[in-house]
């Protein structure tokens, strides 16, 4: 079993900045891909970005400029810094790994973008 044990978030104001961090455990051999996915009320759950283990990494459209996803492979943790934040950026942010071609989610942390 995998374990992603996900820090961070909170309230800020807009133009403001946070950090995510996600840390994974248990049977991780063959970690690959992960990611951040966010999910606002009433809305379905869209990819926010990934990073493989090699360090590539993909954004969406939306958080393109603004966020910033990284990885340390040596303590299996990615990390998400989100800088001049929107209202519409506010959502439960879950991380995502895959290993081995199995996908698993974390419990989700709360980000909230309000004056």
């Known amino acids: 079993q995998v374990q992603l044990v996900e820090s961070g978030g909170g309230l800020v104001q807009p133009g403001g900045s946070l950090g995510l961090s996600c840390t994974a455990s248990?049977?991780?051999?063959?970690?690959?891909?992960m990611g951040w996915y966010r999910q606002a009320p009433g809305k379905q759950r869209e990819l926010v970005a990934f990073?493989?283990?090699?360090?590539?990494?993909t954004y969406a459209d939306a958080v393109k400029g603004r966020f910033t996803i990284s990885r340390d492979n040596a303590k299996n943790t990615v990390y998400l810094q989100m800088n001049s934040l929107k209202p519409e950026d506010t959502a439960v942010y879950h991380c995502?790994?895959?290993?081995?071609?199995?996908?698993?989610w974390g419990q989700g942390t709360q980000v909230t973008v309000s004056s």
């Open positions: 248990g049977s991780i051999f063959g970690l690959n891909n």
């Open positions: 990073i493989t283990s090699e360090g590539s990494s």
């Open positions: 995502h790994a895959r290993v081995m071609f199995i996908s698993y």
